[in-house]
């Protein structure tokens, strides 16, 4: 029985990103092979349309590029996130990098500018809150590599 890893789905292809398009990573495609995959969109859960607004993360707000606080939104999709996670038993998750949802790490500074800042998405802060294990999908290669 393979691992549960909790993925988001814009990485394995799905057109949920905010602008309709998806962060496909051909990489995602070894993880099938050792893992059991469940795709997650944080944004879609929180209900923000497909496409909508690039939204950055201000301190613990999140705001859209024309300033609507789109916090609750983020809110709802990360704890449906969590909710799949714990009702998984997932302790395993590869995110994209630099969301206001699913960064870990560092994230878009609130700027629109494309300037990258230390700190987490709203989904991925509550995961690993929760003990699951965040990686970005630079680091893909590790959980390759795993076992």
């Given at each position: 029985m393979k691992e549960k890893l909790l993925i988001s789905a814009c990485l394995l292809g799905h057109n949920c990103k905010y602008n309709g398009g998806n962060n496909y990573t051909p990489l995602v495609e070894e993880l099938k092979a050792k893992y059991?995959?469940?795709?997650?969109c944080p944004e879609a859960f929180g209900l923000l349309p497909i496409p909508?607004?690039?939204?950055?993360?201000?301190?613990?707000?999140?705001?859209?590029?024309?300033?609507?606080?789109?916090?609750?939104?983020f809110q709802k999709g990360a704890e449906k996130t969590l909710t799949i996670a714990r009702a998984e038993n997932v302790?395993?998750?590869?995110?994209?990098?630099?969301?206001?949802?699913?960064?870990?790490?560092?994230?878009?500074?609130?700027?629109?500018?494309?300037?990258v800042a230390p700190g987490n998405g709203v989904a991925a802060e509550l995961l690993?809150?929760?003990?699951?294990?965040?990686?970005?999908?630079s680091r893909i290669a590790e959980l390759l590599e795993k076992k």
């Open positions: 059991d995959l469940i795709p997650v909508h607004e690039p939204s950055e993360r201000v301190g613990e707000r999140v705001l859209s590029k024309s300033g609507k606080d789109v916090t609750a939104a302790k395993l998750a590869v995110l994209k990098e630099r969301s206001p949802s699913c960064g870990c790490g560092s994230i878009y500074d609130g700027t629109f500018t494309g300037t690993a809150a929760d003990g699951v294990r965040i990686y970005g999908e």
